[in-house]
């Protein structure tokens, strides 16, 4: 006959209250924190998923940034080359007219003060900045990339954005291919470990101070200056090359927004997957968590009913 001792049974009764106790804190800590997972021993599995979300919401939070400033640079710099096409635009138009033998030399004296407008115009948005920072300067964005005769000071350098991962664009066009027609050495040969040793930066472009957007207006005031109606005609073909020319970038940089704003909608969507799937990772449910707690107080309740009614038993009530 195995006997149990009283000692044995305060023993039991002790292990069981904690036991009870410890669950309904844990419900109770579950119920001011909303939570399911307090602690990674919890659900180590749903845990190590969680923080896998957390950090991919953390990468998010940087590209979305990276979005915005893209955008900002990328909305600015279409802005401008439709600004400047609308100044090519105009003197074409007045190309157009002043090559006509029905106006004088006066008449072209005084347009040639418009051109001269127009080509203050450019120059403006030739240094147009956000910011500080110079749009059309290459890398070289904190100094002014024109000066007041045209001359380009920056370089041929772009801006790179991880809008994604893996993903970069460049979000900048660099004065000397939106101003002027460039061209590069080609007497250099190609050497594969300079390219790895440069990042594939190619050799400065040699720019061709004859054929930018600023000569041919210079040009253009010129010749209306000094009534040559022949020369402002020559002028017409240049002027349509250098409109096609900034209407191509400008089609390149809106199909570069283009590729933001998707990248954007990707990452607002993957944003909208993990918080759900967060959420029912670690989020609890109400009504399953309060019905525990319910119970487990209940249970709690009972044990103590129980512990007080053996703990109270005397010698007598055994005998009997």
Known sequence: MTRVSDNNNTAALNYTLNKTKQKLEDLQLKGATMKKISRPSDNPVANVESLTIQSTNKDNQQYMRNINNALVYLNMGEETLGQITDILAKAREIAIAQSSDLYGPQARANVAQDVSQLRQQLLALANKRIGNRYIFAGHATLKPPFDAKGNYHGDNGHINVE?????????????????????????????????????????????????NIFTLLESLQNALENNQAKQIQDLLEPL??????????????????????????SIEGENLHNAERNSKLVDADVAELFSDLMRQQQILKTSYQTAKTSLNQTLLDFIH
């Open 163 to 211: 809008i994604s991962k893996d993903f970069f664009i460049p979000i900048n066009l660099t004065g000397d291919e939106v101003f002027f027609n460039t061209r590069f050495p080609t007497d250099i040969p190609f050497d594969p470990m300079n390219e790895l040793a440069t990042g594939g930066h190619h050799p400065p472009p040699i720019l061709d101070a004859h054929h």
């Open 240 to 265: 349509d090359q250098a409109s096609a020319k900034i209407i191509s970038l400008r089609t390149k940089v809106s199909a570069l927004a283009s590729s933001v704003d998707y990248a954007q909608n």
